[in-house]
């Protein structure tokens, strides 16, 4: 029997409380372990981040061997992710979904930072990672999987003028990953991507199979290699 668990990363300004429901959900589906790293997202570097989760990773494998080990993160905790596995790619095999992660520079992050009062808000991390165009690529031999929202609910959309369908807080085209294996969108918002049952049961399907149950590839007509004359 294959041993895995889940290492979950929260987002900007995320407690424990909000990520229990979506937790719960995945050890459910999945029947395995799934440890939440927390970090100071406001405090800390990224440099930082990536060396405290290595620790962490560290000390949950004194817990017990495993085979597999996949990963979630949502809004900046898939930045945080994507940074650590370019750092230590030498880990247990496994599969990786983002839920509302922006992989670009952020609009609504660099609104927030441009609001003197709020701008102290925003914090290291996003600092460091969201404030400036970006053009980074999924090259890990890993699968990954993205999950955007298409709820308009949420700050994001107070502080920046937010491009085609997005989440309130980040736009469906910031989250786009070169490299990715499988990606989909959802009617939640940023936030709501943590309760909904529908992004549980998806980065659940995501991360037994490679690929999401709503996918469209998966009832995508099959090409024919014959060509007509």
Not at 91 to 115: D, E, H, I, K, Y
Not at 123 to 147: A, H, K, M, Q, Y
Request: glycine residues 8%; contains cysteine.
């Amino acid at each position: 029997m294959t041993r895995e668990a889940v290492v979950y990363v929260h987002g900007l300004w995320s407690s424990r409380v909000d990520s229990v429901l979506l937790r719960q959900r995945l050890a459910n589906a999945l029947g395995c372990d799934v440890r939440m790293f927390s970090y100071p997202s406001v405090s800390s570097s990224m440099r930082e981040v990536i060396e405290r989760l290595h620790r962490f990773v560290g000390e949950s494998a004194a817990a017990g061997p495993l085979d597999r080990l996949h990963w979630v993160g949502h809004s900046l905790g898939g930045l945080v992710i994507y940074r650590f596995l370019e750092r230590h790619a030498d880990q247990l095999p496994g599969r990786v979904v983002f839920l509302g992660t922006p992989a670009v520079a952020c609009r609504a992050a660099v609104g927030l930072a441009r609001v003197r009062l709020l701008a102290p808000f925003v914090g290291r991390c996003v600092s460091e990672e969201l404030l400036i165009e970006r053009e980074r690529r999924w090259l890990n031999p890993r699968e990954l999987g993205i999950i955007a929202g298409t709820r308009r609910l949420g700050f994001g959309q107070l502080v920046a003028r937010l491009e085609g369908e997005h989440d309130g807080t980040i736009a469906v085209c910031e989250t786009q990953l070169p490299g990715a294996s499988d990606f989909i969108t959802i009617p939640a918002s940023h936030m709501g991507l943590l309760v909904s049952a529908r992004a549980a049961h998806e980065t659940a399907a995501f991360l037994r199979a490679g690929h999401f149950s709503l996918s469209p590839r998966l009832s995508a007509p099959p090409v024919s290699s014959a060509r007509s004359s």
